[in-house]
């Protein structure tokens, strides 16, 4: 039993390690090569997501993909297109 609770907050842990490092890497991303300018409405900051995902290297992008799959699903919530 203390093997499995040991287990789940390593799995935790680890989740966390990568969810920050992620942010990290695509604020980073984002203060050196901003991308181009939103568009009108609701979904411009998707669009200008999308253009930064576009613009990173497979590395970049796989550090930050927890972080955009999450503002993927924020934009279908709003009826924007999917991110990824």
């Known amino acids: 039993m203390e093997f499995v609770v040991a287990a789940l907050i390593g799995i ?7 969810a920050v490092v992620g942010f990290a890497v695509g604020a980073l991303r984002y ?3 901003p ?4 568009g009108a409405g609701v979904c411009g900051g998707c669009t200008s997501l999308q253009a930064l995902w576009n613009s990173m290297s497979r590395f ?3 550090h930050a ?3 955009f799959y999450a503002a993927s699903l924020l934009c279908q919530a709003e009826g924007c297109p999917a991110i990824l």
């Open 12 to 18: 935790a842990a680890g989740a966390l390690i990568v």
């Open 31 to 33: 203060v050196l090569t």
């Open 35 to 38: 991308p181009p300018p939103a």
């Open 60 to 62: 970049e992008q796989w």
């Open 65 to 67: 993909y927890l972080d």
